[in-house]
């Protein structure tokens, strides 16, 4: 049975060794086959199953280590020194882009309280979970919105830990 089902290959094959068809000629032959098949009618058979590779932005290196007096202003160094690879999707830079300046806007009105705000991206993240995979967009936004939640996290660690160390300096 097995070689009932090479058989036609078989044959193509064998026509191609002895220059009977041009490589070409076989390669015409195999796509009219393919197109055929109803799973691969009208899509690429090359790119079907191709996921994009995303590479997520990072904070630059200078940033990284800043000294500030308050969580905001660390808040704001973690949201405005973002670094991009080159190779990022125009879409996905735009809704990644897109979270950090709405969220960058809903800061500024919340200064000295930034608890709203970590509600808010927390709240909409989870609302948000159910359709990321949708567009490169809407995975960008996504994605600026964890970073957001990241910044949020790491600027309450940052006063945190400065308020430590002045404690610890004080009480010694």
């Given at each position: 049975?097995?070689?009932?089902?090479?058989?036609?290959?078989?044959?193509?094959?064998?026509?191609?060794?002895?220059?009977?068809?041009?490589?070409?000629?076989?390669?015409?032959?195999?796509?009219?086959?393919?197109?055929?098949?109803?799973?691969?009618?009208?899509?690429?058979?090359?790119?079907?199953?191709?996921?994009?590779?995303?590479?997520?932005?990072?904070?630059k290196?200078?940033?990284?280590?800043?000294?500030?007096?308050s969580?905001?202003?660390?808040?704001?160094?973690?949201?405005?020194?973002?670094?991009?690879?080159?190779?990022?999707?125009?879409?996905?830079?735009?809704?990644?882009?897109?979270?950090?300046?709405?969220?960058?806007?809903?800061?500024?009105?919340?200064?000295?309280?930034?608890?709203?705000?970590?509600?808010?991206?927390?709240?909409?993240?989870?609302?948000?979970?159910?359709?990321?995979?949708?567009?490169?967009?809407?995975?960008?936004?996504?994605?600026?919105?964890?970073?957001?939640?990241?910044?949020l996290?790491?600027?309450?660690?940052?006063?945190?830990?400065?308020?430590?160390?002045?404690?610890?300096?004080?009480?010694?």
């Open positions: 049975m097995s070689d009932e089902k090479f058989k036609d290959l078989d044959e193509l094959f064998d026509a191609v060794f002895k220059d009977d068809i041009s490589p070409e000629e076989l390669r015409r032959r195999v796509n009219r086959n393919n197109q055929r098949n109803p799973r691969n009618r009208g899509q690429n058979p090359y790119t079907r199953n191709r996921r994009i590779q995303i590479i997520k932005p990072v904070l290196k200078d940033a990284r280590d800043r000294v500030f007096k969580r905001y202003e660390y808040f704001i160094n973690y949201i405005t020194n973002i670094e991009f690879h080159p190779a990022t999707s125009a879409d996905y830079y735009g809704g990644f882009e897109d979270a950090i300046e709405q969220y960058h806007n809903r800061a500024e009105s919340y200064k000295n309280n930034l608890i709203i705000v970590e509600n808010v991206v927390k709240d909409e993240i989870r609302g948000y979970n159910n359709s990321v995979n949708s567009s490169i967009y809407s995975r960008g936004y996504y994605d600026g919105l964890c970073y957001i939640e990241g910044s996290k790491r600027s309450k660690k940052m006063i945190e830990e400065e308020i430590v160390r002045v404690l610890k300096n004080t009480i010694i």
